[in-house]
């Protein structure tokens, strides 16, 4: 985590001295529209110094963005000592959503596509929202907490920035966790802008903090044990990727939350936790078993159709892919490597939520997600393909295992809290923060 230096370098964000020297006010200065305005305008002349990108401001959108986010941080305040500290971290990025939404800067050239361009020239508008959200937070942390503020090297990264732009354009709320992946913290992906959903969630198995990339021992025909890894490239060899249709998105997350409810509609008290371990890869009627042996009642015999008309609504609502697949998929398939999915086992389901995916990503076509559908990752689904050329990546163990009996490449996802190591001697980790650090194909 690299330490952010408000007087500002050649290397750090753009600074706001109206922070400086103050003890302890910024927290509530920042809830005055006059404050806020002025502070906002003293660092769009920071960034414009700094980048040398001019900017027009529209004061009025500015002030609808402020008086939106108060009202929000009004509704929304934690009164338990505990949360004030997190809530910290939701305000600012509820403060870029609503920058982000309302708009009021114009950079006076647009932005640049180049591979090569600094963040800063490829969207000057969200680059200047987000050096101000991310300078507000770090001056309440160091004047209320004595926290030292960090920034995470995403910030700097321009694939971060390329998805980030692509999918607040879709969903202005993922502004919040992208946020958090700027300030080197672990982003909540699912229902981000929602405080209470925040304190009960539990970081994703996939998508959510840090990321383990797992190159298992033995993996390939020679069994040599792990490949090197450090120069981050998937091995020449591969020619196959496939993806476990929950580490494409948010939908174990979606599935978990819309399970959990509707059995509490029942009358029966579970949480997100036990709901996660209990039901996530079982099948639905040991659902139906848990909610008839606590309620003492026989369930509907539509206890299931209408579990999945709940679940198609949330799928329909709240689906999205996971930040920087989209790179990722783009790199593999400019490479000509293959992909396909992994089934879940429920075909009408894997049709459904392949194409809400299919309609997520550029072009809105399935193609890019492969024409394979695949039932199991044993022996004989793939005869027009040498297997040892294919890597599964998924988060479940079984279906690792499977892949390597049946000879093919492991990567293996672990959600923060996971494993350090995998079992066994001779084993690799490679840690990435997201799939923005996904090993691309070998050129």
Same mark, same amino acid.
């Given at each position: ?14 600074? #706001? ?53 108060? %009202? ?39 932005? /640049?596509?180049?591979?090569?361009? &600094? ?13 101000? *959200? +991310? ?38 709320? +993922? ?38 990339? =797992? ?13 090197? +890894? ?7 060899? =591969? ?16 599935? =978990? ?16 936790? &036990? ?18 042996? %606590?309620?003492?009642?026989? *369930? ?7 579990? %999945? ?19 990722? !998929? %783009? ?49 004989? !689904? ?7 050329? *294919?890597? #599964? ?19 293996? #996802? ?12 001779? /084993? ?5 923060? /997201? ?9």
């Amino acid at each position: 985590m690299r330490e952010v230096d408000l007087k500002g370098s050649a290397m750090s964000r753009p600074a #706001l001295s109206i922070v400086r020297n103050r003890a302890g006010e910024v927290k509530r200065d920042v809830r005055r529209l006059r404050w806020f305005r002025r502070a906002f305008l003293e660092q769009v002349a920071s960034v414009s110094g700094h980048t040398r990108t001019g900017y027009d401001v529209d004061t009025a959108r500015l002030a609808g963005a402020f008086l939106t986010w108060s %009202k929000e941080i009004d509704r929304q305040k934690p009164s338990a000592e505990a949360d004030k500290r997190p809530f910290v971290d939701f305000a600012a990025g509820l403060m870029l959503r609503e920058l982000i939404v309302a708009g009021p800067l114009t950079a006076r050239r647009s932005g /640049s596509d180049d591979p090569g361009a &600094e963040p800063h020239a490829f969207w000057p508008e969200g680059y200047a929202y987000v050096t101000f *959200c +991310l300078n507000i937070r770090d001056a309440v942390l160091q004047q209320t907490y004595h926290e030292t503020a960090g920034t995470s090297a995403t910030f700097h990264d321009l694939r971060t920035w390329w998805s980030f732009r692509e999918n607040v354009a879709e969903d202005p709320r +993922l502004a919040l966790p992208f946020l958090e992946l700027f300030a080197g913290i672990s982003p909540v992906w699912t229902r981000p802008d929602s405080f209470l959903a925040r304190r009960e969630a539990k970081p994703a198995p996939v998508g959510a903090g840090k990321l383990r990339l =797992v190159w298992n021992e033995g993996q390939g025909p020679t069994a040599e044990g792990p490949r090197d +890894l450090a120069r981050g490239t998937l091995d020449p060899s =591969v020619s196959l990727v496939i993806f476990d249709l929950a580490t494409l998105s948010n939908y174990s997350d979606i599935y =978990v939350t819309a399970l959990a409810g509707y059995i509490q509609d029942f009358g029966t008290s579970i949480n997100l936790d &036990e709901t996660r371990e209990r039901f996530l890869r079982a099948p639905l009627n040991l659902a139906m078993t848990y909610v008839a042996l %606590k309620t003492g009642q026989v *369930c509907p015999s539509a206890f299931i159709s209408r579990f %999945k008309d709940i679940l198609a609504e949330r799928r329909e609502q709240d689906l999205q892919l996971l930040p920087g697949i989209q790179s990722v !998929l %783009k790199d593999l398939s400019a490479a000509s490597v293959d992909i396909a999915v992994l089934s879940t086992g429920d075909a009408e389901e894997d049709a459904a939520v392949l194409g809400r995916l299919s309609r997520l990503t550029p072009g809105g076509s399935a193609s890019g997600f492969g024409d394979v559908l695949l039932d199991d990752v044993g022996g004989g !689904l793939l005869d027009d393909r040498a297997v040892a050329s *294919c890597v #599964l990546v998924s988060d479940d163990r079984q279906k690792l295992i499977a892949a390597r009996k049946a000879g093919m490449w492991t990567i293996r #996802l672990v959600g923060e809290g996971g494993p350090e190591k995998p079992s066994g001697a001779g /084993s690799q980790d490679f840690v990435i923060d /997201s799939f923005f650090s996904f090993p691309g194909p070998a050129l």
